[in-house]
């Protein structure tokens, strides 16, 4: 069907560009994940894994398998922005978007559409690939999408809030590095936070990615270490916080206009 | 027009548009760069006024550093003002941003496309973003890469294009929603004679439909050949602005070249110590008129010391001459 509000039309060609280079790319974009998450199921899942008691009644290949299908969601959304628009920003094909009489909100929405579409393929893509180590329970394919969306859609603002402060490839590396990855280590991936001494536990509460792989989890096994509808309402609330911190960004052109 | 109405406002916004609107109305417009890192803050527009008329082709002419690329800049949406306003076909700038960039396509200095990307790719996908479906972005790619030569090399990457191919990428980038209003910002730098002179006629073809053009350049030939009124910009305002020919009427900087019959004397030379003269070799004088002299009066002062004109010609580089030393004040 062809399009016919210029709005929706300059959204499709933003959304267009961005899947088309992540499939163009699939072996830098698609292909890692897939093997990386392998690996973590072979070694974690099933060689570790088969030493290591059930957790709520679950073999612990099946108990990790949500949470590491969660961390590739929030790597790929995160990354696919935060790269995009800064490579965008260092070859200055910014400009393109930025002279366009595209309203920001639309570059926004086009920008995070595109980390969020990567984030569901990932997703898509290692979920197959775990069917290879363990078999999958659905618990509510509602809570799954909603968990992932939020997410995947929480960490591509969050990659462009990252691509206009950064002046260096070298920044846009420092959150992953640093903040993302131990963050998401430390966010009830392999463990349930009711396992740690009661300090951590505590701690851990403070994490939000703790919220969002639990929500997820609870979508195929229906077990969860925090309520359903605080990790939602976290989930919501840090996303809407995110766009509107981006949304100023775009309005003051913090890092793209000078 | 594809453009992107949102409301019914920026509707009622064109219709208010007439032939007397201006194209570009800017006033008192000013700019600082924030002090970066060792760099103190840099005032790059300190109070720019300046008006184009539609289909007007004004050359704005400057040294480096004079804010030619900023005014293009804040013009385009690439640069946050400090202080001003601007309007484009009536519509201001900073109230409606969207609208306003509607009516512009902007030539870069810099090759700022996908060098990865095909030709074809970046011009549909640049009329996407100005809200053109995709089937009639196709056509309309179709037409200004056929215009500017680049159709059988739109399914080549940018980057294996030569030079003076990208430069006309961009232009066809830039027109493929027919703007109103063409910024070129330095187009033909770095181009070869050829080049630039096709360069030249395409953009007086554009000219001649209707398109209003602002051009920024180093080549005073270039303003001097194609625009229909020079702003000369310098420290940040326009120092002098008006038609070539008005600027040479205005401030008289004609400068004319003596052939003389017999080599020149020191002593008619002496005699010729308040016009502004100059001897170039032994049968060569430069004579710059001052303002007010007519040529008649200079010639017969020159005569009346006994020196022979063998030959009178124009030392050219007329806008430069007047460029240079408005410049220099």
Known sequence: MALRSPILVGYYTMVRKDVTRVLRIWSQTLLPPAITMALYFAIFGTFIGSQVDAIDGFPYIQFIVPGLVMMSVITSSYMNTVSTLYFAKWIKTIHEVMVSPMPNWVVVAGYTSGGVLRGFMVAVIVIAVSLFFTKLTIFSVGVIIGAALLTSLLFSLLGLINAMYAKSFDAINIVPTFVLTPLTYLGGIFYSIDQLPEFFRILSLFNPILYMVNAFRYGFLGITDVPLSLAFGVMGGLTVLAFIVVMYLFHTGKGLKT | MHIIASSETDAILVLLMSEQTPAVRITGLKKTYPADKKQPPVEALKGLDLMIK??????????????????????????????????????????????????IGLVPQEMNFDIFEKVINIVVTQAGYYGIPRA?????????????????KKNAQAQHLSGGMKRRLLIARALVHEPKILLLDEPTAGVDVELRRGMWDFLRKLSASGTTIVLTTHYLEEAELLASRVA??????????????????????????LDTTEPLKDAALVLLRDMNVKKLDENTLELTLSPGQTVNEAIRKIAATGIQIANIRNAGSRLEEIFVNLIKK
């Open chain 2, 54 to 103: 539609q289909g007007e082709f004004l050359a704005l002419l400057g040294p480096n550093g004079a804010g030619k690329t900023t005014t293009i800049g804040i013009l385009s949406g690439l640069v946050n003002k400090s202080e001003g306003t601007i309007e484009v076909c009536g519509v201001d700038v900073t109230t409606h941003p969207d609208k306003a960039k509607s009516f």
């Open chain 2, 136 to 152: 009639q972005a196709l056509k309309k790619a179709e037409e200004v890469l056929k215009e500017l030569g680049l159709w059988d």
């Open chain 2, 232 to 257: 000369i910009i310098n420290h940040g305002t326009i120092i002098e602005e008006g038609t070539v020919k008005e600027l040479i009427t205005k401030l008289n900087f004609v400068t004319l070249i």
